[in-house]
């Protein structure tokens, strides 16, 4: 079966159906340099769009596709449906839940990132843009704020006026609570990614009574059955094996 990676749900989900015995790959878009380990086989790149991928499916026999990429993958989720459906193989959605604003969040929530981009000046003087090296191009319009860009990998856009530090998560409350104070921060701009890994800056934005730019997740394809975990995913491949063994 193909997974389609880069989250740590992907990670889990491989690591849970390995140890059930199943043949997995894991498939990486090549965006970090040095990704983590995770059982099973692993490739990487690009398909080629949803065709590519349709016969990649078809010349590696694979019988089974969970797209556990990233929220805020714009076109893999629809290459991943539309390949899917060509070969005529059960497709299933890994997507956490979004982050919830909590009482005493302070958030803006934005469509997309050049919304972000739009108003970001208005709000915040000094801001911790948490959205990503590969989401800086918006803001290299911006010249009134301050920028901290934080990275698993340097950054390829650089802004004029920016610190760009490197760190991989997860991060801990006390670490971004220490973030954020060294670098005296207003505002925080973050993708509403979900999950665990990176949430500690917004609770530490909230004990901080720091204003939080939330960009809203693009659109997915329609009729998609999906998930928000890895155990719940693990779940539906094995349904999937006893269906075909019926």
Known sequence: MLVLA????????????VGDGFIVISSLAGMTAQPLPRAGLVRSGSFGGPAGLAAYMRETGIDLIVDATHPFAAAMPFNAAAAASECGIPHLRLLREPWRAQPGDRWIEVADLAAAATIVGEIGERVFL???????????????PWFLVRSIDPVTTVLANSLAIRDRGPFR???????????????????NAGGQASIAKLEAARSLGITVIMVQRPPGPTGVLTVSSAASAAEWVRSQVDLSSS
């Open 6 to 17: 880069g989250t740590t749900e992907a990670t889990e989900l491989a690591r849970l159906l």
């Open 173 to 191: 409350f006390e670490r971004e609570m220490e973030l954020l104070d060294e670098h005296v921060i207003d505002t925080v701009v973050a993708k």
């Open 130 to 144: 948490a959205v990503g090296r590969a989401s800086l191009a918006p803001f290299a319009a911006c010249d009134g």
